[in-house]
């Protein structure tokens, strides 16, 4: 048995520790099928040293939460393990500018899809007022450049005062109502081939899809063909070599398929929902260590 290691949450950190083990338990499962043994390691203890990691022929950042809250050291971490020249994938390099939703910024310049976006600073009531009158909308939604799982994500309608703010650089968007009634969708990629894709909704009266917010996962056979074209779409423009990317997306009224992120760093996998249970990913894995 060939043995990775995953990089797992911050042990001081405990607003994780009730959810992580499993997600580790599914990710091991899957692995097994194709050989293949996992070793957890937290990513803080090798921020400015990565020899520990030296001895697994392949390091997989798939479980860092949290490093959105600590993104200096996680820049930091990123550097170390690029210098360290680690098998780490996706790369450090990838892993360094997908946390930061900037990247969306440079699809868009690339022609991908995505919704209308004010890019600010440090958001003030000023710019909420602003951009609902540049938009037209009566919602809207401000989140976080360097966030994860909707953290600190508000939305907001017109009239509503500017509470709890993001703190730095944070983006500006119309609220998409087909969120409530289209859902979110998720194309899920290992090695560059699509392996299963997820519709996920919010629970009624809430917009954030995540688990901890109600949101309810459901398996699709096929990708819907608009989504599908978006996805192959902005994997081209993204000309990374990835292992694993989940490109998640939603429909505007229009039915035009908008991208919402690009997730290539710590992605749920939604492996329960995957026909083959996580062998595709495995095979991808096993592929890399020839």
């Not at 959810?19 to 070793?39: D, K, M, N, Y």
């Not at 989940?246 to 991208?259: F, V, Y």
Request: proline share 8%.
């Amino acid at each position: 048995m060939t043995e990775v290691a995953v990089l797992t949450p911050d042990p001081s950190d405990p607003s994780y520790a009730g959810q992580w083990p499993g997600v580790l338990e599914r990710l091991g499962e899957a692995l097994s099928l194709a050989g293949i043994t996992v070793a957890p390691t937290p990513w803080t203890e090798h921020v400015v040293d990565a020899s520990a990691l030296r001895r697994f022929s392949l390091v997989l950042p798939l479980i860092v939460w949290g490093y959105h809250r600590d993104h200096d050291r996680w820049m930091q971490a990123c550097a170390t393990w690029a210098d360290a020249g680690l098998t780490m994938l996706n790369p450090p390099s990838v892993l360094g500018w997908n946390s930061d939703k900037s990247y969306l910024r440079r699809l868009a310049d690339k022609g991908i899809a995505m919704p209308a976006t004010v890019w600010i600073d440090s958001p003030t009531q000023a710019d909420v007022d602003a951009a609902f009158d540049r938009f037209g909308a009566d919602l809207l939604v401000v989140k976080p450049r360097i966030s994860g799982g909707a953290w600190k994500t508000l939305r907001l309608s017109r009239g509503d005062r500017l509470t709890d703010a993001p703190q730095g650089p944070a983006m500006i968007q119309p609220y998409l109502p087909t969120i409530e009634t289209e859902g979110e969708t998720s194309l899920l990629f290992f090695g560059g081939k699509l392996s299963h894709v997820v519709n996920k909704r919010p629970v009624p009266g809430e917009f954030r899809v995540q688990v901890q917010y109600g949101g309810g996962y459901t398996a699709l056979p096929e990708p819907p063909a608009g989504a599908l074209v978006l996805a192959k779409a902005t994997l081209a423009a993204l000309g990374e070599d990835l292992l694993y990317a989940r490109i998640d997306m939603a429909p505007d009224a229009d039915g035009r398929w908008l991208l919402m992120e690009a997730e290539l760093i710590e992605p749920d996998f939604y492996l329960g929902s995957a026909p083959d249970k996580g062998l595709a990913f495995a095979e991808a894995v096993r592929s890399r260590l020839a």
